[in-house]
């Protein structure tokens, strides 16, 4: 009996600051230890004192061995990174939302090796409630699978989705109605994990959001006395970042059968750790 080649995926979702970063830093050795993932992807959107991303944050990843970046609607907020689309070392392997109606720096879909096939991902910001104008994410994922993935060979190739979006609705919607046409669908910006990790009818790997890694005492990883003020109406500052004690970690592990070209595990990674 021959047996079929196997893949993993270690997804992280929303890093924030550097608490969140320190965390990541600290346990993907051992869960590359543990589990030997194939790539190692994360949302960046938040990565630099929350706001954006700069080439030094960028760094702090790609020295323990980060693939490739995915990010969302405030990857533009810190001008210090908007060079890190056209830089060398990332234009390859850092995407923003494909779906936005404005002109920004960078693509939404890349392409990565994975044992020697390829990989899809691509980023998409859902409508509902976020700021920034976008095209629908569900007819840009259309024209993605009918004209700007024409050009792979595979007849049903490998693609992964980080969809940023605000609203739960939205997100199982948008997961539901990719079913069975890419690999999986992976929800952030939300900043919290959901309990609905699953494979979906027609075999599509689906979770509403990934979850924060950041800090655990905080309003969705910023400092929760500036959120309540905010909420108690006493001030419009912008948010102060939460950067220490506790911090949790949150991951999905794809493993993907290459030869099947279907899903057959999904593990949700939820840690704390001292940073």
Known sequence: MISSMKSKILFFGDIVGSIGRRAVCAIL??????????????????????????????I??????????????HIFENPNGLDCFIDVRWKDRLIRPHNLLAHR???????????????????LMGQLFMKDAVHSPFNAIDHIL??????????????LIDFHAETTSEKEAFGHYVDGRVTGVFGTHTHVPTADLKVLPHGTAYVTDIGRNGAMDSVVGFEKMTALSRFLGKTQKSYDIAEHGVAEINAILLEIDLDCR????LTRIQEKIDV
């Open 29 to 58: 050795p051992r869960l590359r230890e543990q589990y030997s993932p194939d790539v190692v992807l994360a949302n960046v959107e938040n990565l630099a004192h929350g706001r954006g991303i700069t080439p030094k944050t960028l």
């Open 60 to 73: 702090e990843l790609d020295d323990i061995g980060v693939t490739a970046y995915t990010s969302g609607n």
């Open 105 to 123: 720096p960078g693509k939404g879909i890349m392409s990565i090796q994975l044992n020697g096939q390829k990989l899809f991902v691509v980023n």
């Open 146 to 159: 009918t004209h700007e993935l024409l050009s792979t060979d595979d007849t049903k190739p490998f693609i």
């Open 262 to 265: 279907t899903v057959f595990g």
